[in-house]
């Protein structure tokens, strides 16, 4: 199978990407178990905090049954850096020519970001026709995903960012959607708190959510 069929294949397992946090890389088999036991087996954990590398080696190395990505990728770097972390696929908030060259050198797939007609156009002609559609709400959200569909209706996105348990409906039935991604199943205060029963009820909650 092609990388990118393989991202196909991650983007379908569940309706919604949780985007993690994680301060603290003890927290992150516990909370893969959690996300896991509400149904939710795909996460992307962002080069955001420090504990985001060991945090996906954990997981990987602890909770087979869940598909590990890194998000929040910048650079060509920090794609190495989740590469040997053993990162499942690698999620960045937009694109530039390093990264994407990166990409191709590399074994793992990727779902790239974009925004605006030229962001997505650019990045199909690259051969990713599965995007993350990011900043989503600021980025104008549902209008603007139903607007990019009609002239360009086989690009699919992941948007994340202002998504939550009330909108991701609204998202989920679009006609050119994958899936959603967002931070709402793992809030801070949960997270400091290790309350992983509540946590599984997010996820419980997010599973049962439906594409359109
Ligand atoms: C992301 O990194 O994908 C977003 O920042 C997550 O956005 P949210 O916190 O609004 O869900």
């Given at each position: 199978?092609?990388?990118?069929?393989?991202?196909?294949?991650?983007?379908?397992?569940?309706?919604?990407?949780?985007?993690?946090?994680?301060?603290?890389?003890?927290?992150?088999?516990?909370?893969?178990?959690?996300?896991?036991?509400?149904?939710?087996?795909?996460?992307?954990?962002?080069?955001?905090?420090?504990?985001?590398?060991?945090?996906?080696?954990?997981?990987?190395?602890?909770?087979?049954?869940?598909?590990?990505?890194?998000?929040?990728?910048?650079?060509?770097?920090?794609?190495?850096?989740?590469?040997?972390?053993?990162?499942?696929?690698?999620?960045?908030?937009g694109?530039?020519?390093?990264?994407?060259?990166?990409?191709?050198?590399?074994?793992?797939?990727?779902?790239?970001g974009a925004a605006t007609?030229?962001e997505?156009?650019?990045?199909?002609?690259?051969?990713?026709?599965?995007?993350?559609f990011f900043p989503?709400?600021?980025a104008g959200?549902?209008?603007?995903?139903?607007?990019?569909?009609?002239?360009?209706?086989?690009?699919?996105?992941?948007?994340?960012?202002?998504?939550?348990?009330?909108?991701?409906?609204?998202?989920?039935?679009?006609?050119?959607?994958?899936?959603?991604?967002?931070?709402?199943?793992?809030?801070?205060?949960?997270?400091?708190?290790?309350?992983?029963?509540?946590?599984?009820?997010?996820?419980?909650?997010?599973?049962?959510?439906?594409?359109?």
């Amino acid at each position: 199978m092609t990388q990118q069929g393989r991202l196909v294949e991650y983007l379908a397992i569940a309706p919604v990407v949780p985007v993690l946090m994680i301060d603290d890389a003890a927290h992150a088999i516990p909370l893969a178990e959690a996300l896991l036991a509400g149904g939710i087996g795909i996460v992307e954990v962002t080069l955001r905090t420090e504990a985001a590398l060991p945090a996906i080696a954990a997981m990987i190395r602890a909770v087979p049954g869940m598909v590990v990505g890194a998000g929040t990728i910048l650079t060509p770097t920090q794609y190495e850096q989740a590469s040997a972390a053993g990162a499942q696929f690698i999620v960045a908030p937009g694109a530039t020519v390093p990264l994407i060259a990166a990409a191709r050198q590399g074994k793992i797939p990727f779902l790239p970001g974009a925004a605006t007609p030229s962001e997505v156009l650019a990045l199909r002609d690259a051969g990713y026709l599965h995007q993350k559609f990011f900043p989503a709400e600021p980025a104008g959200g549902i209008p603007m995903l139903k607007a990019l569909a009609a002239p360009i209706p086989d690009v699919r996105f992941c948007p994340t960012g202002g998504i939550t348990l009330t909108n991701a409906p609204d998202y989920l039935a679009l006609g050119n959607i994958a899936c959603v991604g967002g931070s709402w199943l793992t809030p801070a205060a949960l997270m400091h708190a290790q309350n992983w029963s509540r946590i599984s009820d997010l996820a419980a909650e997010a599973s049962r959510l439906r594409l359109g």
